[in-house]
């Protein structure tokens, strides 16, 4: 009977020990899901009209979302001098600093680094700033493509997405 008692008081010692790891790893799991930055609040549709001489740009919307990063678009509208475009935002939670140096070694100089912005990578191909902030990536990319003239050509976005860039990675 003793013997009963004690085998019971165990089981139910560790059965409690058990479902009190998981409950708190649940907590830390959903704590740290919670902690991670919104690539749609990073940017202000008021900050992105202003870097695009006043074009009205749209609040943002969830793009493209995975297990290790998350994104968001903003669309841009035409001006007289610059046809529409939109900004993504991207946030990349998991392997960031791995993502980062190997955009760093990537061959040809596809990305480099931009004066003033610490952990910083511009890649004037795709049009975006990448910056290293702690464990997380953030990259703002600014593509706006025009016809006129022809040959088909993307703006130049360097500026504006080295402003918006330096106000997302604060909100980070």
């Known amino acids: 009977m003793i013997r009963r008692v004690i085998a019971s008081t165990f089981a139910g010692t560790l059965a409690g020990a058990v479902l009190t790891t998981v409950a ?8 740290h ?5 919104d690539p749609c609040k990073l940017l202000k549709t008021s900050e992105i009209s202003e870097q695009f001489g006043g074009a009205t740009a749209s609040p943002g919307t969830k793009s493209l979302t995975t297990a290790v990063s998350a994104g968001c678009r903003f669309d841009v509208a035409a001006t007289g001098d610059q046809p ?14 791995a993502a980062y140096n190997g955009l760093k070694k990537l061959a040809g100089g596809d990305y480099v680094p931009v004066a ?3 952990n910083s990578l511009w890649s004037e191909k795709t049009k975006s700033l990448s910056v290293l902030k702690g464990t997380e990536l953030v990259t703002v990319q600014a593509l706006f493509t025009s016809i006129n003239p022809l040959p088909v050509h993307q703006l130049d976005t360097r500026a504006q997405a080295i402003a918006l860039s330096k106000l997302a990675v604060k909100r980070a």
């Open 24 to 31: 708190l790893g649940a907590l830390a799991l959903s704590a």
């Open 84 to 97: 529409d475009g939109n900004i993504d935002v991207r946030v990349m939670t998991t392997g960031a600093k």
């Open 33 to 37: 899901a919670a902690s991670k930055p």
């Open 116 to 118: 003033g912005v610490a």
